[in-house]
C-alpha cells in the first residue's frame, strides 16, 4: 500500500513537472500520449532493471536494496537540478 501511494504521488508530481514549461496547445495535444508512453516504457524499464540486477547478483538482501534506493535517489535529485538550471527563470523572460 505504502509502495502504490508513494508511485502514484511521485508519478503525478513528475507528469505535471514535463508538462509546466509548454503551451497550451502542446500540452493538450500530446500530454495523453507521452503519459501513456513514458507509464508503460518506465514499468517496463523498471522491471527489465530489476530482473537484470536480480540476475547479476543473486538475491538482493533489504541492505543491497536500500543502497540501490540511495543511489537512485542521489542520481534523481542531481539530474533534476542540473535541469533546472536550464529553465528559463522570471527575470529571463520565460514566465508570464
Same mark, same amino acid.
Given at each position: 500500500l505504502a509502495m502504490k501511494g508513494m508511485e502514484y504521488s511521485v508519478r503525478g508530481v513528475v507528469n505535471e513537472m514535463v *508538462?509546466?514549461? +509548454? $503551451? &497550451?496547445? @502542446?500540452? *493538450?495535444? %500530446?500530454k495523453e500520449v507521452i503519459g501513456v508512453f513514458a507509464y508503460r516504457l518506465g514499468k517496463s524499464g523498471t522491471s527489465l532493471a530489476l530482473s /537484470? /540486477? @536480480? /540476475?547479476? &547478483? %543473486? $538475491?538482493? %538482501? +533489504?541492505? $543491497? +536494496? @536500500? &543502497?540501490l534506493t540511495a543511489a537512485a535517489a542521489a542520481t534523481w535529485c542531481g539530474t533534476a537540478w542540473r535541469l533546472a538550471d536550464l529553465l528559463p527563470g522570471k527575470e529571463e523572460g520565460g514566465a508570464d
Open positions: *508538462y509546466v514549461p +509548454l $503551451d &497550451f496547445e @502542446s500540452r *493538450y495535444v %500530446g /537484470a /540486477a @536480480s /540476475a547479476v &547478483f %543473486g $538475491d538482493v %538482501g +533489504l541492505r $543491497d +536494496l @536500500s &543502497f
